[in-house]
C-alpha cells in the first residue's frame, strides 16, 4: 500500500464502508483536537434520510462544529479515480441562518496522504485565534 493509494473505495455505494470512512474522519478529528486539548467541538458524520438509511455522497463525509467560536468544518470526500491523483482542496465560506458561522470547506479523495494534509488545516483552523484571513492565507 502507499501513500496514495485509495482509503474506502466504494464508500458511495456501500453503507459499512462510508460508515468505515465516517469512522476514520472522526479518529483522525478527535486525535488532531486531543493532542491540542481543544474543546467545545461537536462532531457529525453522514447524513441519515427519514427512513434511518444513510446518504452517502461524500458532501459531507464529517462534520465539525464549535458553536462559542461560530466555526465549522464540512470534510468532503470523492472517490480515487485513475485519471488524476488524490489531492485535497480548501477553501473559505459561511453557513447558518444568518451566515454566522465561518466554515473552512475541504474536499478531497481519502488517502493516507490527502489525509495527513487534511489534519494540517483542521489542526490551523481549529485554532480559537485563526481568522478566516489567516486560513485563507494558508490554503
Known amino acids: 500500500m502507499t501513500h496514495d493509494d485509495p482509503l474506502f473505495p466504494g ?5 459499512a ?4 470512512a465516517a469512522a476514520h ?24 434520510f427519514g427512513d434511518g438509511s444513510l446518504e452517502c455522497e461524500g458532501n459531507p463525509i464529517f462534520d465539525l462544529l464549535n458553536e462559542e467560536q461560530a466555526k465549522a468544518v464540512r470534510l468532503i470526500q470523492d472517490e480515487v479515480t485513475a485519471d488524476r491523483p488524490p489531492s485535497v482542496r480548501a477553501y473559505m465560506d459561511v453557513r447558518g441562518e444568518d451566515d454566522s458561522i465561518r466554515e473552512l470547506v475541504v474536499r478531497c479523495e481519502l488517502t493516507e496522504r490527502t489525509a495527513a494534509r487534511v489534519a494540517e488545516l483542521i489542526e490551523e483552523w481549529t485554532k480559537p485565534e485563526t481568522t478566516p484571513d489567516e ?3 494558508r490554503l
Not at 11 to 15: M, T
Not at 17 to 20: E, M, P, V
Open 11 to 15: 464508500f458511495k455505494d456501500d453503507p
Open 25 to 48: 474522519w472522526q479518529a483522525l478529528c478527535d486525535r488532531v483536537l486531543s493532542a491540542s486539548s481543544r474543546s467545545g467541538w461537536q462532531f457529525r458524520g453522514p447524513t441519515r
Open 17 to 20: 464502508t462510508c460508515l468505515a
Open 135 to 137: 486560513m485563507r492565507s
